[in-house]
């Protein structure tokens, strides 16, 4: 079976439970022939803040994968070039491990009995039906986004320094820009000091609220790991449950995370 860094289930599939909440920002290649395809998809994406890029075939697809890096991509199975298999191929012969993007194959909801597992031999990660819709496509990026922040946690990473730089690059090279980078690590850590003064209060109101500003600045910076726990002590602090995240931890979390941002700035 092929090596591939994130697997999901492989299948046409059809979501029916309720849409899954938002993964963090990931980099999207979009390989798809039909334009009305192309606009539908893209535009789902760019509403749930990803940044997508579109390729109209599957050889434009490999030559923007051998420039630049990307977390995801969608392909048709049945592109006339360069099919889905194929492009999984020529990604597992072309680039490291640690730089292949999960690959979801967008095909009709009908399809050989055995194509579950050729698609699997060829490292794709999963396959929907087109059109692509929110409530199939949202669960699978959800779980690339997991895994991707599990890889940099076990790197010793808290910070996607991609995702990072890409925030420092959109504020442009003036001279205010880093004084507004060192003002949103200041927000996080603020942040955390806030809810740590809500909880002590037992006000599980100004918690929640002080969980949702710090997920929102977490992961536009690209702490991806600390936005995803804060997201949970959110969820738990609105639906009076017990807390889903250690605030010990998160507080741990967050001082590596401000570290890590404040030595890239440095550089």
């Not at 994406?45 to 420039?67: D, V």
């Not at 940099?152 to 004084?179: C, K, N, P, Q």
């Not at 536009?220 to 002590?233: C, D, H, I, N």
């Not at 017990?242 to 570290?259: G, K, N, R, T, Y």
Request: aromatic share 2%.
């Amino acid at each position: 079976m092929a090596e591939r860094s994130a697997v999901v289930p492989t299948g046409p599939q059809r979501g029916t439970g309720p849409e899954p909440q938002q993964a963090g920002p990931l980099r999207v290649l979009v390989a798809q022939g039909e334009r009305a395809d192309q606009a539908a998809t893209l535009e789902l994406l760019e509403r749930r803040g990803h940044n997508s890029h579109l390729a109209a075939n599957g050889r434009a697809a490999l030559a923007a994968l051998m420039i630049r890096r990307f977390d995801v991509v969608l392909v048709d199975l049945d592109l006339p070039d360069l099919d889905a298999c194929d492009l999984a191929g020529a990604v597992r012969d072309n680039l490291p491990l640690a730089a292949r993007p999960a690959l979801v194959a967008l095909g009709a909801s009908s399809g050989p009995p055995d194509r579950g597992a050729a698609l699997r031999d060829a490292g794709i990660a999963a396959c929907i039906a087109r059109p692509v819709r929110a409530d199939e496509l949202f669960p699978i990026l959800a779980r690339v986004a997991a895994a991707r922040a599990a890889e940099h946690a076990a790197a010793g990473d808290t910070v996607d320094l991609d995702i990072f730089a890409r925030f420092r690059a959109g504020l442009g090279a003036d001279e205010g820009a880093e004084a507004i980078v060192d003002d949103c690590i200041a927000a996080v850590e603020h942040g955390v000091a806030r809810l740590a003064e809500a909880v002590g209060a037992g006000d599980a109101e100004t918690a929640a609220r002080a969980c949702h500003d710090l997920k929102s600045t977490a992961l536009m910076l690209g702490a991806v790991s600390l936005s995803e726990q804060a997201r949970a002590l959110e969820r738990s602090y609105r639906e009076g449950r017990s807390p889903a995240v250690d605030l010990a931890a998160l507080a741990a979390s967050s001082a590596d995370a401000c570290q890590q941002m404040r030595r890239a700035s440095a550089r």
